[in-house]
């Protein structure tokens, strides 16, 4: 347990997940800048920021990421921009697992289970923003 100086009281981070840790805001910015550069359509209409969430195979996918590695691989050993590049590749990392844990999560809910627990534990009254009381 940890208590502040101003008296409020909160469980330790022991066994949290760090995603301010773990993550760069300069980079999801610039992800985020790449994504909606890339949202305009052949037809001029723009895709939904989620539109990828619905899905593409696999195999599009590891396509993809292997023609932007080889972009990215040639800007590095020239010292030439590498951002989009970079960004694209990252685009195919996130579909491609993306996918794979949808994969994972259908065969798990099939057997009645779930990947991620965000259940509270028993015995533990939480608020109504999830945090514990």
């Known amino acids: 347990m940890r208590t502040f100086d101003g008296g409020a009281t909160r469980d330790t981070e022991e066994g949290k997940l760090d995603y301010e840790g773990f993550f760069s805001h300069a980079v999801m910015q610039r992800y985020a800048q790449y994504m909606n550069d890339h949202r305009k359509q052949p037809d001029g209409n723009l895709r939904d920021s989620d539109n990828w969430q619905r899905g593409m ?69 939480f608020d109504n923003q999830g945090e514990p009381i």
């Open 57 to 125: 195979p696999k195999s599009v996918y590891i396509k993809s990421m292997f023609r932007h590695f080889m972009e990215v691989w040639y800007a590095h050993r020239r010292g030439l921009p590498i951002q989009d590049s970079l960004c694209a590749l990252l685009f195919n990392v996130m579909g491609y697992l993306f996918m794979d844990l949808q994969e994972q999560e259908r065969s798990y809910v099939e057997k009645g289970e779930t990947i991620f627990d965000i259940s509270p534990p028993k015995g533990r009254p």
